[in-house]
């Protein structure tokens, strides 16, 4: 198993810019494909971003493509997600997700996941 820790998340205002982290710890890292996913109140979970282990293939979700940048830093356990030109609709809690398998057709499923953090709170303003 790994375990997984957000952090990052916070108010700001429309067109503002965040950080997230999502810090691992329990299982090589390296080895694993990597996932953010977001729930805003009354709505189900959605796929925003993944990579694989090696960083070197990057999925999208449409609403988030241009404006968010996924990476990770296999040296220090750690898988990013920078949001840039925020917007009210983005609004949620965000999770990072560890799937235990490479990523393929199914990247944008959350039973493709394993493993997922608390979550941290992501508002923004208008």
């Known amino acids: 198993q790994v375990q997984l820790v957000e952090s990052g998340g916070g108010l700001v205002q429309a067109g503002g810019s965040l950080r997230l982290s999502c810090a691992a710890s329990?299982?090589?890292?390296?080895?694993?494909?990597m996932g953010w996913f977001r729930q805003a109140p009354g709505k189900e979970r959605e796929f925003v971003a993944a990579i694989s282990w090696s960083g070197s293939t990057i999925y999208y979700a449409d609403s988030v493509k241009g404006r968010f940048t996924i990476s990770r830093d296999n040296a220090e356990n750690t898988m990013y997600l920078q949001m840039n030109s925020l917007k009210p609709e983005d609004t949620a809690v965000y999770y990072c997700?560890?799937?235990?398998?490479?990523?393929?057709?199914?990247?944008?499923?959350?039973?493709?996941?394993?493993?997922w953090g608390q979550g941290t709170q992501v508002t923004v303003s208008s």
């Open positions: 329990g299982r090589t890292f390296s080895s694993l494909a």
């Open positions: 997700a560890a799937a235990f398998r490479p990523l393929n057709s199914d990247y944008q499923s959350t039973y493709k996941y394993g493993s």
